[in-house]
């Protein structure tokens, strides 16, 4: 059983720049992660995704060239650095895992096992 934890959420101005956290209770370098958002009154939907080798990523259109994410699996941790936030940013974050042994950038739901419980990030004027 993998457990995730997201951290770093938090109030910022539009312009600014917030790096979530989600670190896992257990090995999280055999598997994929992807990071996910919900917006009040909206599905959620996919953000970023990090592949287990870290050699493909993934990002939604609509952060494209703002929000970066990386992994650390020494530490079994996956970051999320959002730069140049929007309003329209303004969400609950979750980390999500694919189960063990899949490997692909998970930008999409299927196949996810694990969810952490979020992060609210808000970015208001």
């Known amino acids: 059983q993998l457990q995730l934890v997201e951290s770093g959420g938090g109030l910022v101005q539009p312009g600014g720049s917030l790096r979530l956290s989600c670190a896992a209770s257990g090995f999280m370098n055999d598997r994929g992660i992807g990071w996910f958002r919900q917006a009040p009154g909206k599905e959620r939907e996919g953000v970023s995704c990090?592949?287990?080798?870290?050699?493909?990523?993934n990002y939604a259109d609509s952060v494209k060239g703002r929000f970066t994410i990386s992994r650390d699996n020494a530490k079994n941790t996956v970051y999320l650095q959002m730069n140049s936030l929007k309003p329209e940013d303004t969400a609950v974050y979750y980390c999500?895992?694919?189960?063990?042994?899949?490997?692909?950038?998970?930008?999409?739901?299927?196949?996810?096992?694990?969810w952490g419980k979020g992060t609210q990030v808000t970015v208001f004027s």
């Open positions: 999500a895992a694919l189960g063990r042994g899949n490997y692909h950038c998970p930008l999409a739901e299927y196949g996810i096992n694990y």
């Open positions: 990090i592949d287990r080798s870290d050699t493909t990523t």
